[in-house]
């Protein structure tokens, strides 16, 4: 259906709608430094899932050892950055 057919009330819809749903944010901490930050799902999901949690280990941008994600956080819906 295209947008000249489509009804005002889904017309309205769509425009209170955001095209894409809340990123999945998963809080990651650093094994050597301690260093903790939230990573986007976009991220997460484009490397295998190699470690407990069901996380892949990503390489911290302060140290360079390694971020594994923190299960005893939960993941958080949001469409920007937790803090």
């Not at 009804?7 to 769509?14: A, S, Y």
């Not at 991220?43 to 941008?61: K, R």
């Not at 390694?66 to 005893?72: A, V």
Request: aromatic share 10%.
């Amino acid at each position: 259906m295209n947008e000249k057919n489509q009804p005002d009330w889904l017309k309205e819809k769509l425009k209170e709608m955001p095209w894409d749903p809340p990123s999945e944010w998963a809080k990651y901490r650093c094994l050597s430094c301690d260093h903790a930050d939230w990573i986007e799902d976009i991220i997460v999901d484009a490397f295998p899932p190699t470690e407990p949690g069901g996380y892949p280990a990503l390489i911290c941008p302060e140290c360079g050892g390694t971020c594994l994600g923190d299960t005893s956080v939960p993941e958080i819906r949001s469409f920007t950055k937790p803090n």
